[in-house]
């Protein structure tokens, strides 16, 4: 049977970094209250000049590298973000133009921060059905632009970055489960009120902002990460013992660390990002993975449980053998 492995991992973040103490200085708040209630320290901003795409052409440009193949190897691109360049083309088909490669599928998913998990379901589906031998699988996000810089309730957690995977067909597992779940009746918990095709008119006044019901949020972020912890490992007939490395979407280190102690994983199996990255959407998974690898907490042969959530709501899972 036909299966796929991650072959090489990257990760690209933007040079500015916004500290807390920055933020002191834009809205009402202290580096001890963003410390204490979320864990993040600092984060990163995009550049003005810089979008969505040219960071995830880093991140993918890295994964190339590490993988050890040429980009005209690729027969798949698939980017999960937010925040696209542009209304369409895809953000995908501008990096397949950047990268040079002709032909193959290239498309966006939106699944907001759990976008990396759905993105990464998809692409494994396409190898295991023969549609696909090599895919690029990125997240990626300028989610500064869609925040307002004057709520104090949002504005601290957010940051930009993008991570990728190269994904290749293998005979043997590589990624041994993917689950993905939306429930959209929460769709006003967590969102951005206004598109194209919704009140267009405060978008072209630059007010598409992220609102959030925090407190409700975080509450539904530890049930359904815990939850899917349970789901990945009945799905495998594995025990939570066997698992070397938790990567859990970085939003909240109360969040990772609630999830951590329901699903009884241990700190130290667990992949910290939240206090230098903030909550970088869709990016926040593989940019942790990215950064496990690269400093060689994960090596080949372990275990390792992905996941995400967010707006929608929707969430997922990936457990992946290296
Ligand atoms: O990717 C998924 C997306 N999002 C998330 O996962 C976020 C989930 N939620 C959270 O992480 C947390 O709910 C927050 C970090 C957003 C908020 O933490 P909290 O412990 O739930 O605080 P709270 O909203 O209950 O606010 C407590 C107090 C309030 O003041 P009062 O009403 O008690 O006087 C807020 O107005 O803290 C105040 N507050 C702040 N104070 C200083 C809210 N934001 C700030 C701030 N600085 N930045």
Redesign the pocket.
Known sequence: MTCSRVIGTGSYLPEKILTNSDLERM????DE??RS??GICERRIAADDQFTCDLAEQASLRAIEAAGIKNTDIDLIIVATTTADQVFPSTACLLQHRLGIEGPPAFDVQA??AGFMFALDVADKFIRTGSARCALVVGAETFSRIIDWTD???C??FGDGAGAVILKADNSPGILSTHIHSDGKYKDL?CVPVGVSKNYNLVQQGKAYTT?E??E??RW?VTAMSDIIEEALVANNMDKEQIDWLVP?Q??I??INAVGKRAKIPSEKVVITVNRHG?T?AASVPLALDEAVRDGRIVSGQYILLEG???GFSWGSALIKM
């Open positions: 809205v009402d708040t202290n209250w963003i209630r979320t907001v921060c104090r309730r949002t601290i957690l967590l959030m925090g407190g949020v975080f972020a979407h939003a909240n109360r969040i909550n959407s959530f967010g707006g």
